[in-house]
């Protein structure tokens, strides 16, 4: 067994095996788990999709006279931004809306700038409208404020995402009579297209499905620069069906994670607008996976054939009552561009992008080989399946004789 502070002296002598979770599957294929996990001391993921509890905190430095924008409004490019906190410190979420956008979301076709633009164009080095109003105090007088902001004259700007890099998720069908517009995308009635968002073998947390290596103070790619772990992530849910081998069968471990975003690239942070549904953000994550033993190489060298999804209606299921699983389906049907349900063949589109992930998976390997970046232990373990953790989630189909 290795440990992660022998992998980083082999990373600082240039002498570490690093390659990414592709490559990895193909050495196993050879070399079998035992000689693999003595070769490979590292092995990268990446996923880059739609994650919309993201966000980003910024302290825009005090006017003069000074201005106490908590409690007050602020807009960023028209875009409103929390203020509940200290004088000039304000949060923009990736969903948040200008106030004048159509609530109720009736006209579908309009394109909708949010808060997710709003991010790609701060870490972008554009300038962002900024106009907030207070009601004045003695100490903070000013009650209004309207310039521009960027990356460079702010004081600080991080990058904050309450639950990124879901562990697996559902496929998204409809078997209602009408197209519908939701958070994985347009779905097609009467089984016309099934939606799906993950990348598979690539996924981070696939990869680690019981939690061993990766915990709160891990150190990731976030957004094209370096992030944490800061905490599980909302809707954390390790209790749910898994393979005998463990791999979780639907939804199940998230992750919040934290970095500077001055140092983050539109590259892998792009602002996105779902017809009919809102503005988000693509957020581009990646994780080094230490080879500690067997048991890692077996689970860092698990195929798309290893790794099985639920099939959920959103059409009437999903927004009204806790689902229940149509069938389910492994990634390498996902990804072949069709699957069968209830006898159709019903062809697949993915809303996240498997060659982004490759992407980053690639880049980290990079940084890593360079020395430029090390492991970290984790500080603390995130909630596992022995946790008393527990949601109301869709019931879990544990064989795909419905396919």
Known sequence: ??????????????????????????????????????????????????????????????????????????LLNDVPAYCGLAAVDIYIGATALPEDDPKNMVYPGAFRYGGGHVIEDFVSGKDIKFIATAYGTDCYPKKKIETYINKYNVNEAYLFNPRNAYQNYNVAVNLGNRMIYTYMGIIKPNLGS?????????????????????????????????????????????????????IPRAGAGTLAVIGD??????????????????ATIFVGLGIPIPVLDEEMAYFTSRSDEDYWAQVVDYGNDYPNRNPVSLCEVNYAQLKSGKIIINGKEVPTFPISSYSKAQEIAILLKEWIQSGSFLLTNPVAPLPGIESDIKMNTLEVRTSNNNI
């Not at 690239?265 to 009919?276: K, Q, T």
Request: hydrophobic content about 30%; overall charge positive.
């Open 1 to 74: 067994m290795k440990t992660i502070d022998e992998i980083n002296e082999k990373i600082k002598q240039g002498k570490a095996v690093v390659v990414t979770a592709e490559e990895m599957i193909e050495i196993v294929k050879e070399k079998g788990t035992k000689k693999a996990s003595e070769y490979v001391d590292v092995v990268t993921t990446g996923t880059f999709g739609p994650m919309c509890s993201s966000g980003m905190f910024l302290n825009v430095g005090h006017s003069k006279p000074r201005i106490k924008i908590g409690g007050g409004k602020c």
């Open 194 to 246: 099934a939606n799906y968002c993950s990348a598979g073998q690539l996924s981070p947390l696939l990869k680690d499905p019981k939690y061993r290596t990766i915990g709160i103070g891990t150190k990731i790619f976030l957004g094209g620069g370096i992030g944490y772990v800061t905490w599980n992530g909302t809707q954390h849910n390790p209790c749910v069906p898994r393979s005998p081998d463990g």
């Open 261 to 278: 975003a001055k140092k983050m690239s539109p590259d892998f942070l792009r602002g996105a607008s779902f017809i009919g549904y809102g």
